[in-house]
């Protein structure tokens, strides 16, 4: 089975099967070349609806999808469930910690992963949001902290237990608050009997002057009103300058400030998948600040001919000397040009013209009903912003039954207010409340 | 919060919110008393459903739903996410790690767990199936089989990989069989290049001469031939006698073996929640040999009239002497039947009469449009005895949107073979395949 002719034609190795390189794999299927992606997971992550997960509004499976079977009738792709290690520029290999893989081209498109910009030992108190198993941890913490209140009799632990905090006002940390306060006041409402959910202290920490700051200020005005309407306090110019397992340490306009906390979330920094630096090093070149590999105008390495980035693991600069943002379109379409290069190169051809992005707009949810998008220079927001994410992010989803499923259980979450997935997994602390906690038996008082 | 007047009534803590505990939790609503369930998960399982979720067919959530929002509008109703550690029976308390709740009645409904007869050791080799944890390892050695054969080159390991061992072949090791048989020769029928993953071989092993066993003879024949139509092995008279990382050690009517295999499931042997020997050792009493508490005909522990046993923890003998199943059925009279006592005490009036199980059939499936049926002496198979196994359960679960959703996914999948679920989550072993693997290199050559 492997005398297969396909082994003749050039053999293009992808690493990383979201966006960009699944869109480069998936382009590729009419060109003479045989494909393979590399991925340490089975799935491709649809990840910007990772944090209807991580707050319990739908299932893992919904927004994952088994690489395999997007790929099933693409008969010249291949997917190698591996996690890469290194890289041998020159033998053109790429090194696992159980094997390795001859390429003739390769596309690097391992995105990124969270910064704590120096510090990560605030990593296990402020876990971030890029994968699965970060989902599910920020799920059990959120649910784990209302379970906690309800058992707790001291009142300051209590309130502790209520206050939430997340860092960084971008869209993941905006559409997670608004997550939290749907949450509090409405799913949770009637859920307890010792404490009142919607009493939860949610506050987002923004050192920029706005939230969503990569929109105008009239939209990032009108988001932030929306997000206060929805009872949570936005603290923007504020840093954070220390992150305990109880506090959460912040230097802002009043001041400096201690809040005690349990439940901090980190959406503020991002940077480039640590396989940027080895290939780095491995060529000899330097990554920006970001962890990100620079490349030219056709996505290429300078001088590396054969390998591509792609992704929010590269760093591309445009024609206007602008560096391209971290967006799913720009690996989408990075993916879509680097299929066409690599097509013409298998096919003898040069390549014919440099990389050139289109920005089709961008757009972010707060919460129910309200989101903003910016489409050109038509600026929307409320309700009409809100349907025209939805419809773009259903129609985005890979595979059909998801987006079939996810349509019915958001219509039905919509309408109740209801979120079935709260359910909370992984281990358990021993320890739910402090020992000296009175309510277990007070409760049984008189 | 605490003074309410629900404290002046009869407190019932209730541990666990399985099958008896939730039907005795809700019967108790319109009751003079107020009601504790302590679970140390937020959410009720719908364990019948559990083989689906460990073979990739639903996500966790639609056969787990949170606690609170099933007794949310049940004001007399708590929960209590805590994990019970000890007894204090003279003092009429629960023992938590972190707290502890003093009772009036005491109903402990806290279920079973596997037993590997004495044989511990082979848990890590042979993951059984009772929690969404299991169900989550399961689904990920399932999957992570087929991806570990596909990057195998040696055809001896190669064959390992796709060799699973079912141990038990009681209803849950069937139901696993026939989901492993539907996903070798259906779902992941197009997904591999170097595989033909319906060349899996799927094995159950049986020490007693049937599968099914509990079933009618002619019943446990015809399922034995729909089993092996759909390509399964079944070997009964057979006893595992060693598990290790890669093989199962048998003994059976052809003597010794030894199959090797990096996938054994188990579905052999349950006992109850080490609870029970817990509250036997408070108490002083002995539990049976599957560390069941015997009760008498009211399910209290003689001489204990404050303490309740239902479900699998308890061990019942009937007027006729025999000892009650470990079926969901059991567990839901004796929980009617204990909130009807319950209700009668706190109200002044004594118990009236023994409880009395009434057997309304069971039912196993064994996969596509195939289950065995006994509802009284009628016995049914085939694709009507699947229907009715399909309605029956799906009427059972408890909460609407779950089933809507199940509906919706088990339509699509009958339709298309899919199984969207099989997403590998949990940390991924560092190597998949041997180092000496080839094939990577290998495919590229020539």
Redesign the interface.
């Known amino acids: ?3 297969s002719p396909t ?2 034609v050039p ?1 293009v190795v992808i690493v990383g099967g979201g966006f960009g390189g699944l869109e480069t794999a998936q382009r590729l299927r009419k060109s003479n070349v045989r494909v393979t992606i590399v991925d ?4 491709h992550l649809f990840q910007p609806l990772l944090y209807q997960v991580a707050t ?1 509004g739908l ?4 927004i ?3 690489l ?2 997007i790929v ?2 693409q008969t010249n792709c ?1 997917v ?4 890469v290690t290194d890289f041998d520029v020159a033998g053109q290999r790429l090194i ?7 390429y003739d081209h390769l596309v690097l498109a391992a995105g990124a992963t969270h910064s704590y910009f120096g510090h990560d030992e605030w990593q296990e108190f402020a876990p971030g949001l890029k994968s ?2 970060d989902a ?1 941890e920020i799920r059990r913490r959120i ?2 902290a209302f ?1 906690a209140a ?2 707790e009799t001291d009142s300051a632990r209590r309130k502790a237990r209520l206050t939430f905090v997340i860092v960084g006002g971008g869209p993941t940390g905006v559409e997670l608050a608004g997550a939290l306060s749907e949450i509090a006041h409405h799913t ?1 409402k ?5 404490i009142k959910p919607e009493e939860a202290r949610i506050m987002i920490v923004e050192a920029a002057p706005h939230v969503l700051a990569h929109y105008p200020e009239d939209l990032c005005k009108r988001a932030a009103d929306k997000i206060r309407e929805f009872g949570i306090e936005v603290h923007t110019h504020t840093k954070v300058t220390e992150i305990t397992a109880d506090a959460v340490h912040l230097s802002g306009p009043d001041g400096d400030t201690v809040v005690a906390t349990m439940t901090v979330l980190w959406g503020a920094g991002v940077k480039a998948n640590p396989l940027g630096q080895k290939l780095a090093s491995a060529i000899g070149i330097d990554t920006d600040r970001g962890g990100r590999l620079p490349v030219n105008s056709s996505c290429q390495i300078e001088g590396q001919d054969r390998i591509f980035v792609i992704g929010d693991i590269a760093s591309f600069t445009d024609s206007d000397g602008k560096s391209l943002p971290g967006l799913a379109s720009v690996a989408i379409q990075q993916g879509r040009y680097v299929a066409k290069v690599i097509s013409r190169l298998a096919s003898g051809q040069s390549i014919d013209e440099p990389f050139q992005y289109t920005d089709r707009g961008t757009m972010a949810t707060i919460g129910r009903a309200a989101a903003v998008a910016l489409i050109g220079n038509r600026r929307f927001d409320g309700l009409f912003a809100w349907l025209l994410w939805l419809f773009v992010h259903l129609m985005l989803i890979v ?1 059909f ?2 987006r ?2 996810i349509l ?2 958001w219509a ?1 979450n919509y309408v ?1 207010f ?1 979120r ?6 992984g281990e ?1 602390p ?6 000296t ?1 009175e ?8």
Not at 96 to 102: I, Q
Not at 190 to 194: G, I, T
Not at 420 to 425: A, E, F, G, K, P
Not at 439 to 446: D, E, I, L, M, N
């Open positions: 089975m492997n005398a082994n003749q053999h340490r997971h089975n799935y319990g299932s893992p499976a919904n994952a999808t088994p395999r079977s099933r009738k291949d190698l469930l591996a996690e696992f910690a159980d094997g390795e893989l001859n699965i198993g599910a649910y784990l379970e309800e058992r949770l009637h859920d307890f009997r010792h595979q039954q998801n079939l499923l019915v259980q039905w109740t209801n079935s997935n709260r359910i909370i997994t358990q021993a320890q739910l409340v402090s020992p906690n309510r277990t038996s007070r409760r049984h008082a008189g």
